[in-house]
T-cell receptor
């Protein structure tokens, strides 16, 4: 089954404790990205990657890191989480092949709470 | 910078009626894609419909259709014969594929409630 998976789905942590949210896709997509969703603000892009070893900042990158060492994986790293990073996080992937429509396939989301 | 605006935070419609959700965007790109995503209470993001900017014909998917006005930078979603399962948050989104940004930009969403 074609899908984007995220782990964990729910996480409660404390300020300053490093964490990683994993994201994996099995569709051989080049494009992967991370979003955070906050009430009244919609989804905002944190980072995106056009391919292996190619990453770039989205609109709200502060406090986050990413890496793209393999095509299928795109982990999101919070090295020192703070309460303002409490949010719902989505990973997504998309093909960049000619003729595709850039549809983003979303993971199920990760609810993060930083105390 | 590209922006997407959804001016209706909440809307309500009676079952079986028709409702239109509005979306406007701003961009200097000529080649882009527009999407409507649905987010039900499960929080899953579900693609409803998409439109390529170079296509003049409005996209349709069963009960869902769009009114794409490129010159006006408007991309509204019409839901016909509304059903209870259409109750969800709806997001309009813009993607300038191959453009300067390669970012997917979302509006703030419209919460649609379908009343029985």
């Amino acid at each position: 089954e074609a899908q984007v998976t995220q782990n964990p789905r729910y996480l409660i942590t404390v300020t300053g404790k490093k964490l990683t949210v994993t994201c994996s896709q099995n569709m051989n997509h080049e494009y992967m990205s991370w979003y955070r969703q906050d009430p009244g603000l919609g989804l905002r892009q944190i980072y995106y990657s056009m391919n292996v070893e190619v990453t770039d900042k989205g609109d709200v990158p502060e406090g986050y890191k990413v890496s793209r060492k393999e095509k299928r994986n795109f982990p999101l790293i919070l090295e020192s989480p703070s309460p303002n990073q409490t949010s719902l996080y989505f990973c997504a992937s998309s093909p960049l092949w000619a003729g595709t429509t850039a549809e983003q396939f979303f993971g199920p989301g990760t609810r993060l709470t930083v105390l | 910078a590209q922006t997407v605006t959804q001016s209706q935070p909440e809307m309500s419609v009676q079952e079986a009626e028709t409702v239109t959700l509005s979306c406007t965007y701003d961009t200097s790109e000529s080649n882009y894609y527009l999407f409507w995503y649905k987010q039900p209470p499960s929080r899953q993001m579900i693609l409803v419909i998409r439109q390529e900017a170079y296509k003049q014909q409005n996209a349709t998917e069963n009960r869902f259709s769009v009114n794409f006005q490129k010159a006006a930078k408007s991309f509204s979603l019409k839901i016909s014969d509304s059903q209870l399962g259409d109750t969800a948050m709806y997001f309009c989104a813009f993607f300038a594929f191959g453009g300067a940004t390669n970012k997917l930009i979302f509006g703030t969403g419209t919460l649609l409630a379908v009343q029985p």
